[in-house]
């Protein structure tokens, strides 16, 4: 196989430019430490926002360090969760009050679980069927299904995976609760989020949404669409760092019926007055369960600046064009059949990535990296490339395609 | 009133300078950062270690900010909850591969008693009696309680509080599991470890301890004694900041048929070969949940630095020696009748701090907190003081004394 040619290269390139010119968002790069390589793993763990050495240099040295205990109060750790929960709710559509950031998804899924399920069969009560049932996308990321598979268990429920474009036909009767991805972890496709959710509610069902591959790469809209409950994580496109905590929407009219298994003091009415019995906090913080983890949350708080301003339509426009090009990028430099995009054409049905199916993927993604072009794997034989429209260009873009085809080429390394 | 008279004052002024100067541990004072306020609420969040800012700027700047994904191998995050774990294993007297660091307390409590109860079920599989019921001790801290409710909902038992002193008595063939406090978070009262365990396993049951308040102020024993589970936070005596990771301590003789109600991801035999059925790891990883935690995590590592050389035993030897020294200053120089403590003063009994009921115990700790010596109120009328004894030192808790008797001798504020 040849390298791309000289003149398609050029041209791209020379768009690349003129798209990178014209793009609104390009002063948000400077808001990123950044430095030579591509980076689109984005979708796994966010570059560095700026603000935050200094910013968390100050949690500690100062709120830990100088004002220790006090700082509960006076630097506002305690009333964190449901604070950042409002600033992570405004990028996924969700009024104040309904958001808790917080814990791991996963942990967050067994609360939006176990909550959906005694919410549908509250309402259900007095019916001839019961509902005992848990729909799972069945391309899930896997977490969300071992967890669902817990939650069916300790619930009585049966749990039944379901292709996610099957969902909305698959939800019954007997469907407590439907959880589906957002965004598919692996091929990048983008489920129909007010479609499966309208259908859950035509069922008497709840839908929950995982929103870790979609929150801060598109409009989620979950007020507007109706969602009941959703979780997602933060480290992604949000950029909370490693591990940062994630997140629980309770829609506010689920609130006084959501009864968590994870019924922790952060959670309780009146958490300091240590009584032996549990009474629910009203609205969002019911979501929370103990001592919330202030280090990474504030971390998070401080990477969420980048967002002021920002609106998740431009977001969603950038993401979109930065996919197109590069699938078009990848199209003009790669010859035909080295690879086959298994992220859908249509915008629709497309989140943020690219995943690109691809023989001895493993292999040649060490190069990639090698080369200065970060994605990541996954098994078996996928390349997956996020977009993150705040410091990802078209410049970045299309140097990635093209050291890709050079790898597939088995050309030389040559970090362009 | 009077304040104590100068004659009490400086010869207990002088003993303390002499305990200071022949205390094994007082260099470690330089490890931490201090200033001119005793600080006696380590019991509820540590004082900052001085070698975490640097290292947290180093896992934000260098770790996440420059190798980015590449880190989860390369900087060792993801194996980060059981290497720490491990390291909060040496303080608690469990070997290595039964500790992991991850979650809250609360979500630990959870994943403890769940786990607990299917093990204790699964022993007496075929007896004629079930085992069914949680015990707990009455005086819990409350989110042990608001989690145990959840567990026994969730698995069809019961729970019924009981004393502490008469847990021991108390198990009996239908108790699956007893949760208990090895330190009264309310009190200081340290509870019968080593018997309640014995009586436990006598009646076929398990036991959970929570470790909140015991774990780096005192020897634990859990191998030694044979516990089956515990908990713990560590952002109290461990200094792990505020809201750090907790640990999960699974003995190795139950984690083949410890049963998680939370098989996240990272508890997957093959986490990254992202199959749809849950496979759990085997080991003490059987525990974790989702993504941990790292910059909190991370921060309490280099926390746990203070303790290379330290021995458990010296921490328990200053611990009483400070304990007996403050409520002989508090005897001394406050009038008798003025308080009561509630910290019992058997050694045997007695864990790290003192608890002194005090009619308005809220304005007394305002006002001690304004003079520079802080502590917590705990409703409705319970003076904490915490001793750490890393960083407590004799002189600190002579001045915290004297300060408490001119405080309630309603004498011009002065911070000595």
Same mark, same amino acid.
Request: glycine letters at 10%; hydrophobic letters at 50%.
């Given at each position: 196989m040849s390298e791309p040619n000289a003149s398609a290269t050029a041209s791209l390139a020379e768009e690349a430019a003129k798209l990178d010119a014209a793009d609104e968002l390009s002063a948000k790069r400077a808001d990123f430490i950044l430095d030579d390589t591509v980076y689109l793993d984005g979708n796994s763990l966010g570059a560095l926002p700026a603000a935050v050495p200094a910013r968390l240099a100050d949690v500690v040295a100062r709120e830990w360090g100088r004002l220790r205990i006090r700082s509960w109060g006076e630097s506002g750790w305690w009333t964190a969760p449901e604070r950042i929960g409002d600033r992570v709710g405004r990028l996924v559509g969700a009024a104040p009050g309904q958001v808790v950031v917080g814990d791991s998804t996963s942990v967050n899924v067994f609360k939006a679980l176990v909550g959906a399920i005694r919410i549908a069969q509250g309402q259900s009560a007095g019916r001839d069927v019961a509902r005992d049932e848990i729909l799972v996308d069945e391309s899930t990321f896997p977490t969300d299904g071992y967890i669902a598979e817990s939650a069916a268990r300790m619930t009585g429920c049966a749990l039944?995976?379901?292709?996610?474009?099957?969902?909305?036909?698959? @939800?019954?009767? #007997?469907t407590a609760v439907a959880l589906v991805n957002h965004v598919d972890y692996r091929t990048? #496709?983008?489920h129909d989020l007010p479609g499966i959710t309208a259908a859950g509610h035509a069922a008497g069902a709840? @839908?929950?949404?995982?929103?870790?591959?979609s929150a801060g790469a598109l409009p989620v809209g979950l007020d507007e669409h109706g969602v009941d409950l959703a979780v997602g994580c933060t480290y992604k496109y949000l950029n909370g760092g490693p591990g940062s905590p994630a997140y629980l929407y309770v829609a506010r009219e689920h609130q006084p019926r959501f009864d968590s298994p994870l019924p922790g003091w952060n959670s309780h009415a009146d958490p300091f007055g240590m009584a032996p019995a549990y009474v629910p906090a009203d609205g969002a913080l019911r979501g929370r369960v103990g001592t919330p983890d202030i280090l990474s949350?504030?971390?998070l708080e401080a990477a969420l600046d980048v967002w002021d301003g920002v609106s998740t339509a431009a977001v969603r426009a950038k993401s979109l064009a930065l996919t197109d090009f590069f699938l078009r990028c990848v199209g003009a430099y790669v010859p035909a059949g080295r690879v086959e995009s298994l992220t859908p054409a249509?915008?629709?049905? #497309?989140?943020?990535? @690219?995943?690109l199916r691809c023989a001895d993927a493993g292999e040649v993604m060490a190069e990639l990296i090698r080369r200065g072009v970060v994605g990541d794997f996954r098994h078996p034989d996928v390349l997956r490339f996020g977009f993150t429209p705040l410091?990802?260009?078209?410049?970045?873009?299309? #140097?990635?395609a093209r050291?890709?085809?050079?790898v597939l080429a088995g050309a030389p390394g040559e970090v362009a």
């Open positions: 039944r995976p379901v292709p996610a474009a099957e969902m909305a036909a698959a @939800v019954g009767p #007997r990048g #496709r983008l709840l @839908v929950v949404w995982d929103l870790c591959h949350m504030l971390a249509a915008h629709g049905e #497309r989140g943020s990535q @690219v995943a410091y990802t260009g078209f410049a970045d873009t299309e #140097r990635a050291v890709l085809a050079a």
